[in-house]
């Protein structure tokens, strides 16, 4: 039985992209002739009418949200939508929006990636959401943002920049051509900053772990009396040791978020530009039938272009700088972690000298033993993720600069 057509996709190649910009209000100003062709309406039914002209019925009021609270803020964002043609078809595309001037460029995309898959069927849970709860579109949007999380992403510019750099790969799949360097390049810095994070989670739960080693150690040295007044003293500088690199993995983690958040912003950057550069291409091809000025758009693009790859650039200068930073952040953490095994052989070496054998004392002193361990392997992994981030992040530099 043949399909009714609201349920049959409007095809479209993987090559083609769509190009379209609006006013501040969302009306149509301009647009490609993959856009007129695959939403079916003449060019009078496009231009100086409401976008949502193409909006689909399954789309989440909550998506839509999301993408104006972002322009609107004079923010890019990249978004799956589903579209409606004029005849009932559906396409789906990922989207991206980005203000210019008084309005709005949006560049898309055939998605094809494992993301969406998985966004389809976040989107119809979403939907279901929508009609059984009646929330409000802001409401419908911080739902949406906690359906992310699962996946791995804090926030949403995290899921759009990797979304982006997945769907530019899948597309260069399906075109059997070799992506551009920096998307794998920035795959492999992403990866690395993963690995980061997670081993300064690891540093802080082992502190965590044992923070209240030395004041147990206090206790058995009081307990001791005179005999126990060293073990006191060395307590009391492995205590303030360990606080001092509780004090620096705090500070690390805050600078490890904001390298992540450079990443996430300097990938989404380049990979707009590439798409727009795309379009710059299509739109020299273009036929001089279409009733737009393509000279004028391609200088929009040119020009948008331009300024976020060089945004990309300085985003990816300031990884450097802080990733050289963190080489010495883990220097200091490094030199804390030698003097609390200093602090451990004396605490080992005293625990000795007792009149009597303590065991309670031997194990307090070993978890501290290990605590020390657990912190310099911890921070070993930590200065390998650092030189290998710096390699990537160079890496995408020269990639540019050689384009």
């Known amino acids: ?79 799956y939508v589903k579209n409606r043609a004029r005849d009932g078809r559906y396409y789906w595309v990922f989207a991206i929006v980005t203000p210019v001037n008084d309005g709005y460029l949006s560049v898309r995309l055939k998605p094809s990636s494992d993301f969406f898959d998985i966004v389809e069927g976040a ?3 979403l939907l279901d959401y929508e009609r059984t709860h009646k929330p409000t579109s802001k409401e419908s949007m911080e739902h949406l943002l906690t359906m992310i999380q699962p996946l791995g992403f804090e926030d949403y510019d995290a899921f759009m920049s990797v979304a982006i750099r997945k769907e530019m790969l899948a597309r260069d799949a399906k075109l059997e051509r070799t992506p ?21 989670a690891s540093v802080f739960a082992c502190y965590e772990a044992n923070q209240y080693v030395p004041m147990n150690l206090q206790i058995q040295s009081a307990q001791l009396g005179e005999e126990g007044r060293t073990i006191g003293v060395i307590s009391g500088n492995f205590s303030i040791v360990s606080n001092e690199i509780q004090q620096e993995i705090v500070l690390f983690n805050q600078s490890a978020r904001e390298v992540f958040a ?10 707009v530009a590439q798409m727009q ?3 710059v291409a299509f739109f020299e091809r273009e036929s001089r039938d279409v009733p737009i000025d393509t000279q004028h758009e391609m200088k929009l693009l040119l020009g ?12 990816l200068r300031n990884i450097l700088h802080k990733i050289h930073r963190f080489q ?21 070496v005293d625990a000795a000298r007792l009149s009597h054998n303590n065991s309670s004392l031997n194990d307090l002193i070993d978890e501290l033993g290990a605590f020390q361990t657990g912190i310099s392997q911890s921070l070993n992994k930590i200065d390998r993720f650092n030189a290998h981030m710096r390699h990537d992040t160079e890496g995408v530099i020269g990639s540019l600069t050689s384009c």
């Open 1 to 79: 039985m043949e399909k009714l057509v609201d349920q049959q996709e409007a095809p479209f190649s993987f090559e083609e992209l769509f190009f379209s910009r609006t006013d501040a209000r969302g009306i149509i100003l301009a647009g490609n002739s993959v856009f007129q062709r695959i939403s079916q309406y003449d060019w009078d039914a496009l231009i100086k009418k409401p976008h949502n002209i193409i909006r689909h019925p399954d789309m989440p009021k909550g998506v839509f949200y999301l993408l104006w609270d972002f322009i609107k803020k004079g923010k890019p964002i990249g978004a």
């Open 123 to 125: 989107y119809k849970a």
């Open 180 to 200: 551009e360097p920096f998307l794998e390049r920035f795959e492999e810095l992403s990866d690395r900053a993963i690995a980061l994070m997670k081993e300064t």
């Open 262 to 271: 450079q990443i996430y912003e300097g990938q989404f950057l380049l990979c």
């Open 277 to 279: 550069q795309e379009v």
């Open 304 to 315: 948008q272009l331009a300024s976020y790859q060089q945004k990309a650039e300085g985003s």
């Open 328 to 348: 010495d952040d883990c220097s200091r953490m490094k030199k804390c972690a030698a003097s609390l095994e200093v602090i451990r052989v004396m605490g080992k």
